[in-house]
């Protein structure tokens, strides 16, 4: 079997697992063909590389994973760095800051670890915890204090909101923020802020030129607006039909839902003869 394009790469949540935390079958029979064929697929998430790693691991993908919405890329099967951003600890107590004067709670992201403001008993961090397999450091106090007295060097910034109050905050912190850092949202209750220009859009492009895969002949496929990035960068930009409607608007197609294995779907149309 021949392939079209060179690199597709796919978002994790909402994108690649259903809403049930699962590969679908049909999809881990796409990537295999997709590989075995001689394409590289990989994984560009805002998730932790802590949280990432066990999971593509377990769908037996080899090469590089971008993870913090691209912050950091990593080796796979060895879990060595290949590129580490983040902020410095001043930025990263400026954006918490921000965060505190609204009194939002806040999670850091620091060298693989999550520190959060939020109590143990959190119903949303709970859930957060089981599906990223992370468990939080808490803290007490303010969080930009707690970065400064640690010189925490962290990769992201994020709050954890109820849905209803995801776009106020996000409009918020794009109004106060984002001329300096990246701001966005992922999922139905996170807006996060990462260094300006490590976001996913760049991850796909270092990715194209570690494989030499020219631009033109990449694929990615996304849900949410952290995706956006990928996706104008990609030869082929690809929503998933379970993506907000900002995000759909941008995609040159649209794909079947990520209950429905659409990622599937984007590697037999887009990656195999």
């Known amino acids: 079997m021949k392939i079209k394009c060179g690199l597709i790469v796919s978002d994790f949540d909402g994108t690649l697992?259903?809403?049930?935390?699962?590969?679908?079958?049909?999809?881990?029979?796409?990537?295999?063909?997709?590989?075995?064929?001689?394409?590289?697929?990989?994984?560009?998430?805002?998730?932790?590389?802590?949280?990432?790693?066990?999971?593509?691991?377990?769908?037996?993908?080899?090469?590089?994973?971008?993870?913090?919405?691209?912050?950091?890329?990593?080796?796979?099967?060895?879990?060595?760095?290949?590129?580490?951003?983040?902020?410095?600890?001043?930025?990263?107590?400026?954006?918490?800051?921000?965060?505190?004067?609204?009194?939002?709670?806040?999670?850091?992201?620091?060298?693989?670890?999550?520190?959060?403001?939020?109590?143990?008993?959190?119903?949303?961090?709970?859930?957060?915890?089981?599906?990223?397999?992370?468990?939080?450091h808490h803290i007490s106090g303010k969080m930009s204090d707690y970065i400064k007295n640690n010189s925490l060097f962290c990769q992201k910034i994020v709050s954890v909101v109820m849905p209803e109050n995801k776009l106020p905050l996000y409009n918020y912190l794009s109004a106060a923020l984002g001329d300096k850092y990246e701001v966005t949202y992922s999922a139905s209750v996170l807006v996060e802020v990462s260094p300006k220009g490590d976001d996913k859009g760049e991850a796909l492009k270092f990715l194209a030129e570690h494989y030499n895969i020219p631009i033109e002949n990449t694929v990615a496929v996304g849900d949410n607006l952290n995706d956006l990035p990928m996706i104008l960068a990609a030869g082929t930009g690809v929503a998933v039909e379970n993506a907000v409607e900002e995000f759909k608007k941008h995609a040159d197609d649209i794909c079947p839902s990520c209950d429905d294995g659409g990622v599937a779907d984007v590697i037999e149309k887009y990656g195999l003869e």
Do not use: H, W
Request: charged share 25%.
């Open 17 to 136: 697992i259903t809403t049930k935390q699962q590969v679908p079958g049909r999809v881990r029979s796409a990537i295999e063909r997709y590989v075995e064929s001689g394409g590289i697929f990989a994984v560009c998430t805002g998730r932790m590389l802590a949280s990432i790693l066990p999971q593509v691991r377990a769908l037996g993908l080899k090469g590089l994973v971008a993870a913090y919405q691209g912050t950091v890329i990593a080796d796979i099967e060895s879990g060595k760095l290949i590129r580490c951003g983040g902020f410095k600890a001043d930025e990263s107590c400026e954006i918490c800051r921000t965060l505190e004067e609204r009194g939002e709670a806040i999670n850091a992201y620091a060298d693989n670890l999550m520190y959060t403001t939020l109590p143990a008993d959190d119903k949303l961090l709970n859930i957060y915890e089981k599906i990223t397999g992370v468990r939080a």
